[in-house]
């Protein structure tokens, strides 16, 4: 972990920000942890919390809590309070001194223990106790596979977040994103914090546009393996893959409609490159959406359904429009600057993300669809592809770092931001999933 | 908003702390002219996993004749170049085009596409739009010379398949280009 002691003491000589450092990369066992995550900046009011290493997880094949207390650190939100010299360590709630926690700054003091059932299944169970007040906020029992470990510590992890910021924990959520490693290409999915990267598309040809389907279960994306773009949908489950836009001309930019039926695409079909609505399954009419001169391309839906979020040049230079989705007027959105693109609605439909150019640099930015502010949150020179956490709390893109894609996040009020670092590849074209029940 | 500044700021020093870095070992690779084959695909749990290999066998040189193969023939010329953020055809390709144009309008077998491309500056799916612009502005301008439509197919690359490699200018001009590839090429 040099890079990262090195990014430690340089901030600190430099700023005295506090920085936190990933536990779980250290506990996983290696070869898994193909994306690392760097952290800088933080929130607002951090809960001070405690965690309590659990009962016999020593020996198990995935300790617990180094997995929560990187997911609650990770958010900005947590920091964790130091747990060295208690002994014994409480496990249950009438083991626990609660002045000895209030007099080391926790508000909060997570317990709990993983019991082997002999099965190769464990007994995994945590409480959230309330350190001020002395009770019980949440409690949790699981049986799981060892497979299942680290999942169920982010399955905690999204428990303690939501009981404790009012918020849904995306902890236990996935990502996807590309990776060109020389001449191939690797679609990929990992958990949220860069762990257990699954390839689901490996090819000679680039592959672009990944877009999650509503459920989690499916992922739309343009492969151009047939020298051309073409569309194609591709189930997690199964592995089995659709092209369903494989017209004439070129075909891109997937994206789902909330129901998880319908398919907005871009075509160029009939000229131009115009967006049009398919069925996920593929087969049947592609319906036209929009009709301009110009380019219309990166649809994405509102969450509710009603609107299109859109990027056309139809005004000379790109802009983000937005239209109703059973077709009609469309209305431009943004007006500052010349290159507005890639807009992705937040999950509460109030505001969107994109990107915006600012004389050479591309910044990931946020603007409220009432207010029509904007407020720019990043400031690579080249940052790509913005998707909102199904919380709306943080937002995954693209960057780059001397050359190579790297994957970032950033919180949508832009004051915690992490920079997953991916050994031996060039990593972009990422997107956050659903909140699902893995 | 001034802390957030000094945050990137900080972000911006880190840079200089990263380890060794791993350098894209592929040099300025010319488009690959292989023919399309059948996608193989190879589901399988777990992970499902699918292969879009595209390992295609270079068909057999044609012998002596071929005008497209002629280098001292303009139809081995295939490239037009564009400027930057526009797709009009410039002069000195309008001779490459007329030949093409004329050659297709004879062979009523004969099928062309033209790929478009762009630098690797901007979003992916925008330049793919940008890519097929000057793909159909190169058409557009054969259909006028005669060539019949129904025989060119006009695609995008965007900026995924570059020719020359790097963030120069020099770079950026090689790759903003439309590409005339014919049938089995």
């Known amino acids: 972990m040099n890079t990262y002691a090195c990014y430690r003491s340089l901030l600190q000589r430099l700023f005295g920000f506090v920085i936190f450092a990933a536990a779980a990369l250290t506990a996983a066992p290696p070869g898994h942890a193909a994306l690392t995550i760097d952290i800088v900046g933080a929130g607002a009011n951090q809960i001070p919390i405690a965690i309590a290493p659990f009962r016999s997880e020593e020996g198990i094949p995935q300790p617990l809590t180094p997995v929560i207390g990187a997911d609650l650190t990770r958010s900005g939100l947590f920091k964790t309070v130091d747990t060295g010299g208690i002994v014994p360590m409480p496990s249950e709630p009438e083991q626990v001194n609660y002045a000895q926690w209030k007099t080391r700054g926790a508000e909060a003091l997570v317990i709990g223990s993983a019991t082997p059932l002999g099965d190769g299944r464990f007994d995994v169970r945590f409480r959230l106790m309330d350190v001020t007040k002395g009770t019980q906020l949440a409690g949790f029992q699981y049986t799981v596979a060892a497979a299942q470990l680290r999942l169920t510590a982010h399955k905690i992890a999204d428990a303690i977040y939501e009981k404790l910021t009012g918020d849904k924990g995306v902890f236990a959520t996935r990502i996807t994103y590309v990776v060109k490693r020389g001449a191939r290409y690797e679609l990929q999915v990992a958990d949220a914090d860069g762990f257990g990267p699954q390839t689901v598309l490996g090819s000679n040809e680039p592959i672009i546009s990944p ?76 319906q036209r959406l929009s009709t301009s001169a110009g380019i219309d391309t990166e649809p994405n839906w509102s969450p509710d359904g009603q609107w299109i979020l859109f990027t056309s040049d139809r005004g000379g230079s790109p802009q983000i429009y937005r239209m109703p989705s059973s077709g009609g007027q469309a ?28 004389g050479t640099r591309f910044s990931v930015a946020v603007q409220d669809f009432a207010s029509r502010q904007v407020q720019v949150l990043t400031d690579g020179a080249v940052d790509e592809s913005p998707s909102y956490a199904p919380n709306g709390r943080m937002i995954l893109y693209a960057s780059e770092t001397r050359g190579r894609g790297i994957l970032a996040a950033v919180s949508s009020d832009g004051r915690v931001k992490q920079r997953f670092t991916e050994t031996g590849g060039d990593v972009r074209e990422p997107a956050w999933g659903p909140l699902t029940n893995r | 908003m001034k802390r957030l500044l000094t945050m990137f700021a900080v972000v911006g020093l880190l840079a200089g702390c990263s380890s060794t870095p791993t350098k894209e070992q592929e040099g300025a690779k010319v488009e690959d002219r292989q023919p399309s084959v059948a996608t193989q695909t190879t589901p399988s749990t777990p992970p499902p996993r699918t292969d879009a290999g595209t390992s295609g066998v270079q068909p057999p040189s044609t012998l002596g004749g071929d005008p497209l193969k002629d280098p001292s023939n303009i139809l081995s010329r295939r490239s037009v170049f564009f400027d930057y953020d526009s797709n009009a055809v410039k002069e000195e390709f309008k001779p490459l085009v007329t030949a093409h144009a004329n050659y297709i309008s004879k062979s009523a077998q004969q099928r062309m596409t033209i790929q478009g491309n762009t630098d690797e500056r901007g979003s992916r799916e925008y330049n793919l739009a940008l890519g097929q612009r000057r793909a159909d502005a190169v058409k557009q301008m054969m259909t006028l010379l005669g060539a019949p439509s129904a025989q060119i197919e006009t695609v995008s690359f965007g900026e995924e398949k570059p020719r020359a490699q790097g963030n120069t200018e020099q770079a950026y001009a090689e790759n903003r280009r439309a590409d005339i590839v014919y049938q089995g090429e």
């Open chain 1, 211 to 286: 877009s999650w389907s509503p459920d989690g279960t499916r992922i739309a994306y343009v492969s151009f393996e047939r020298r051309k773009p073409v569309v194609y949908v591709q189930s997690l489950t199964t592995g089995r893959r659709t092209a369903v836009a494989n017209f004439s001309g070129s075909n891109s930019a997937p994206a789902w409609s909330p129901d998880g039926r319908r398919l907005a695409v871009v075509l160029s079909k009939d000229g131009g490159s115009q967006m049009f609505v398919i069925s996920a399954e593929g087969g049947g009419q592609a």
């Open chain 1, 331 to 358: 209305q431009r959105m943004t007006f500052e600057g010349t290159y507005n693109v890639s807009p992705r609605h937040s999950p509460d439909g109030k505001s969107f993300t994109f990107v915006q150019r600012s």
